[in-house]
C-alpha cells in the first residue's frame, strides 16, 4: 500500500490533509485558550483600596476587571440631581443616587449612596449629602449600567445609567467617569439611608466547558483529515490489488482454455 502511497497524487493529497489539519489544530488551540481565559478568576486587588484617579479616569472605559475595585474618593455632591431607583438587589425598595464632582478631576461620578423603604426618606437621604460639605466616599467602583435596562414602570429607572444622567442632572460640563461607585456604610450613615449589601467580586474560576468541547471538536477534524487521506490511498491499493487478481485469473483461464 505504501507504494501507492508514494506516488505524487497522494503525496500531494497528503500535504493538502496536513494543511488542513494544522488549520484544525490551531482552531483547537485557540478554543482552548479561550476556555481557560474564560475560567480565570478576577484578580485579587480589587481587596486593595485606591484612590479614584488612580483606577480609572473621566471618560475612560470601564472595564469589568474594575468591577468591584475598592475605591476612595472625596468630592461635593450636587443638590438637587439625586435620583431615585427601584428594583435592584443590594437591599430596600429605593436606592439613592448622588452626584458627586471628584475634586482631583472635577469630573461627575454617580454614587449608590444607600437605600431605603420609603421614596421620600431615599430622596431626603440624598439631599442631607448634597449641603455643599466636602466629603470623601469609600466603596466599589462598577461599569456603568445600560438605560436599556431601566424598568420604567410610572418614570422609575432601575439602572446605574451615567448615559442617562447627563440628560437629567442639573449641573453637569460634560465630564463624567464611565462607571459608579456603591458607597459603604460611613456614606449610607450619614445620609441616614440603609447600606448597600456590596461583596467582593467572586473568585471561583468556571471553566468553560462549551469552548473545550469546540477545541476537542477540531482536533477531532484534524484527525480526521489525516484518516480521510489514508482511507483514500488504501481504497485506490484494493482497487488495484483487486484488479490485478481479476487480470491473473484471466490470464489462469486463458491458459486452461488453450489446453
Request: proline share 4%.
Amino acid at each position: 500500500m505504501w507504494a501507492v502511497a508514494r506516488r505524487p497524487r497522494w503525496i500531494a493529497l497528503l500535504l493538502l490533509a496536513l494543511v488542513l489539519a494544522a488549520v484544525f489544530a490551531g482552531l483547537g488551540k485557540w478554543q482552548l485558550e479561550r476556555s481557560i481565559a474564560n475560567g480565570t478568576p478576577l484578580p485579587a486587588t480589587t481587596e486593595t483600596r485606591k484612590s479614584l484617579d488612580a483606577v480609572t479616569g473621566p471618560m475612560q472605559p470601564a472595564t469589568e476587571k474594575m468591577a468591584g475595585q475598592k475605591v476612595t474618593v472625596t468630592g461635593t455632591f450636587v443638590a438637587g440631581d439625586t435620583t431615585v431607583l427601584t428594583g435592584r438587589t443590594g437591599g430596600g425598595t429605593y436606592q439613592t443616587v448622588g452626584h458627586l464632582v471628584d475634586d482631583t478631576s472635577g469630573a461627575s461620578l454617580p454614587v449608590v449612596i444607600g437605600w431605603s423603604d420609603q421614596r421620600s426618606a431615599a430622596v431626603a437621604g440624598g439631599d442631607r449629602l448634597a449641603d455643599g460639605t466636602r466629603l470623601t466616599v469609600e466603596g466599589r467602583y462598577y461599569p456603568a449600567e445600560s438605560p436599556d435596562q431601566d424598568a420604567y414602570d410610572k418614570g422609575e429607572y432601575s439602572a446605574v445609567a451615567p448615559a442617562r444622567f447627563v440628560n437629567t442632572w442639573k449641573a453637569f460640563d460634560d465630564r463624567m467617569y464611565l462607571g459608579y461607585v456603591v458607597a459603604d456604610g460611613t456614606t449610607a450613615k450619614a445620609a441616614d439611608l440603609g447600606t448597600i449589601a456590596d461583596r467582593a467580586p467572586t473568585r471561583e474560576v468556571q471553566f468553560d466547558w462549551l469552548n473545550l468541547f469546540y477545541a476537542v471538536e477540531w482536533v477531532v477534524f484534524a484527525g480526521f483529515a489525516v484518516f480521510l487521506w489514508y482511507r483514500f490511498v488504501k481504497d485506490a491499493w484494493e482497487r488495484e490489488e483487486e484488479e490485478r487478481r481479476e487480470a491473473a485469473l484471466s490470464v489462469d483461464g486463458a491458459l486452461v482454455d488453450r489446453r
